[in-house]
T-cell receptor, first 109, second 116 residues
Framework: GQNIDQPTEMTATEGAIVQINCTYQTSGFNGLFWYQQHAGEAPTFLSYNVLDGLEEKGRFSSFLSRSKGYSYLLLKELQMKDSASYLCAAMDSNYQLIWGAGTKLIIKP | GAVVSQHPSWVICKSGTSVKIECRSLDFQATTMFWYRQFPKQSLMLMATSNEGSKATYEQGVEKDKFLINHASLTLSTLTVTSAHPEDSSFYIC????????????FGDGTRLSIL
């Protein structure tokens, strides 16, 4: 079956760096997405990886290893507003998104 | 700015009521829109794929007669929760892709539905 695994919750300190891991198993693969979702709000797109390697976008970076079925989202210089859930989603061969349950990130001062 | 508009953002109604949620693509035509449901602390669950001018494709376990989807125009899809019950209380979110793109999905702001 198709599956996405990511940690349920993580805690980090303001100004620090945090890495949120995601492993996936899908029927075919057309890319890996990361979304940010604040409580009570809809997800917002953060990044997309379809080739192996690191994609950097400001304070956020995303990494993909297709051979390992693994991705991570790296958040640098953490700010209090980064407290949110981070959703990992993989797109299968039918271009359907398979969603992880999300990682709740708690930022402490 | 927002590319997908969803309305209403919050609905509270009595059990047995039918509720309609609208999803509009702004400044682009969306032949396909997606409807999700999210329970507290859980993942997004795809309910159905809405196809303009044809029947929606429902995911396994989603009742077609319960969750009516109409995609009558290229910019509007509606989800009607018929005879809603407390267990239907959830966060409903729609999304759409830019034409010619399979990613990313742009989400509406979501509708929080509470059935008393």
């Amino acid at each position: 079956g198709q599956n996405i695994d990511q940690p349920t919750e993580m805690t980090a300190t303001e100004g620090a760096i945090v890495q949120i891991n995601c492993t996936y198993q899908t029927s075919g693969f057309n890319g890996l997405f990361w979304y940010q979702q604040h409580a009570g709000e809809a997800p917002t797109f953060l990044s997309y990886n379809v080739l192996d390697g690191l994609e950097e976008k400001g304070r956020f970076s995303s990494f993909l290893s297709r051979s390992k079925g693994y991705s991570y989202l790296l958040l640098k210089e953490l700010q209090m507003k980064d407290s949110a859930s981070y959703l990992c989603a993989a797109m299968d061969s039918n271009y359907q998104l398979i969603w992880g349950a999300g990682t709740k990130l708690i930022i402490k001062p | 700015g927002a590319v997908v508009s969803q309305h209403p953002s919050w609905v509270i109604c009595k059990s047995g009521t039918s509720v309609k949620i609208e999803c509009r693509s702004l400044d682009f035509q969306a032949t396909t829109m997606f409807w999700y449901r999210q329970f507290p602390k859980q993942s997004l669950m795809l309910m159905a794929t809405s196809n303009e001018g044809s029947k929606a494709t429902y995911e396994q376990g989603v009742e077609k007669d319960k969750f009516l989807i109409n995609h009558a125009s290229l910019t509007l899809s509606t989800l009607t929760v018929t005879s809603a019950h407390p267990e239907d209380s959830s966060f409903y979110i729609c999304s759409a892709n830019w034409p010619g793109e399979v990613q990313p999905q742009h989400f509406g702001d979501g509708t929080r539905l509470s059935i008393l």
